[in-house]
């Protein structure tokens, strides 16, 4: 998703998605909607495919996430958001690129429950080892396909670079995907921050509504561009950065939490296809 101002420059200036430059595209802040591109438009196809058949495994990290935990029913939440999503119109909105299908998300690999404590800051190599420590820990298995999606209770940040999430001392982002290259093959990952912060925040929604947005933005980017897929050419922007923020997010399908999405076949900012 887009980033800060300076990040967002070197996005307008490469022509290419911040991805390209550092891995990660983050999903902006409410408050920092004025550095994303503010023309949105036509996505381009950049060569780099697309996640056709996608699956999303959530790796909970941290205690208050298990059995009993303070953050269980949060957990359980998204699990059930995840599960349906894939169905939905919501999630049809991106079957135009490419030949994406809608999927059941939740049928792929095994969720974990990581009850160790994670750190304060949660650098990005720090999600790349959570990753991996889930595959080498006979939690799960890799697969191309899957988008390993790392929540982190309300105690950490997520950080990258000199920017940070919700908790950090720079925020500039909600949350963010990326790619790294894994032992097997190239891991399509996110990192899913507690929106405990205003800047992560739509009035009225409570924590989990929240998440459950973020979840939608980070997941719909990491399928239609997990590495140089479709993106604007002229403005580095996603397609969920085309409509961050504005229209204002919405509750949708099954009472779940969605922002809009841009679509080349409606020339604009979608709610449903």
């Known amino acids: 998703m887009a980033a800060s101002a300076s990040a967002q420059d070197e996005k307008a200036m490469n022509l290419k998605p911040f991805a390209d430059a550092d891995h990660v595209i983050y999903m902006p802040t409410n408050i920092a909607t004025k550095r994303v591109p503010s023309k949105a438009g036509t996505l381009t196809n950049h060569g780099g495919g697309v996640l056709t058949s996608a699956r999303v495994v959530f790796i909970f990290w941290g205690p208050?996430?298990?059995?009993?935990?303070?953050?269980?029913?949060?957990?359980?939440?998204?699990?059930?958001?995840?599960?349906?999503?894939?169905?939905?119109?919501?999630?049809?909105?991106?079957?135009?690129?490419?030949?994406?299908?809608?999927?059941?998300?939740?049928?792929?690999?095994?969720?974990?429950?990581?009850?160790?404590?994670?750190?304060?800051?949660?650098?990005?190599?720090?999600?790349?080892?959570?990753?991996?420590?889930?595959?080498?820990?006979?939690?799960?298995?890799y697969n191309s396909s899957t988008i390993y999606e790392v929540v982190i209770p309300r105690t950490s940040y997520s950080s990258s670079g000199s920017s940070t999430s919700c908790g950090g001392p720079s925020l500039a982002y909600c949350a963010y995907h990326g790619a790294y290259s894994g032992t097997s093959g190239t891991v399509i990952y996110s990192i899913e921050p507690y929106p405990s912060c205003s800047g992560c925040k739509v009035s009225g929604w409570s924590d989990v509504q929240n998440q459950e947005h973020f979840v939608c933005h980070e997941t719909r980017e990491a399928v239609t561009d997990p590495v140089n897929g479709w993106w604007n050419s002229t403005t580095g922007a996603?397609?969920?950065?085309?409509?961050?923020?504005?229209?204002?997010?919405?509750?949708?399908?099954?009472?779940y939490s969605y922002q809009y999405e841009w679509s080349n076949a409606n020339n604009g900012c979608i709610r449903t296809r």
Do not use: K, M
């Not at 894939?86 to 429950?113: C, H, M, V």
């Open 64 to 141: 208050s996430f298990a059995s009993g935990g303070a953050d269980n029913g949060y957990a359980t939440t998204l699990r059930n958001f995840r599960n349906q999503f894939g169905t939905t119109g919501e999630y049809n909105t991106i079957t135009q690129y490419s030949g994406i299908q809608l999927t059941n998300l939740g049928s792929g690999g095994a969720d974990w429950f990581d009850t160790t404590t994670p750190p304060t800051n949660v650098t990005d190599s720090t999600v790349h080892s959570e990753v991996n420590r889930y595959f080498s820990g006979g939690h799960g298995t």
């Open 238 to 255: 996603e397609a969920d950065d085309e409509c961050a923020w504005s229209p204002t997010p919405f509750i949708g399908t099954n009472g």
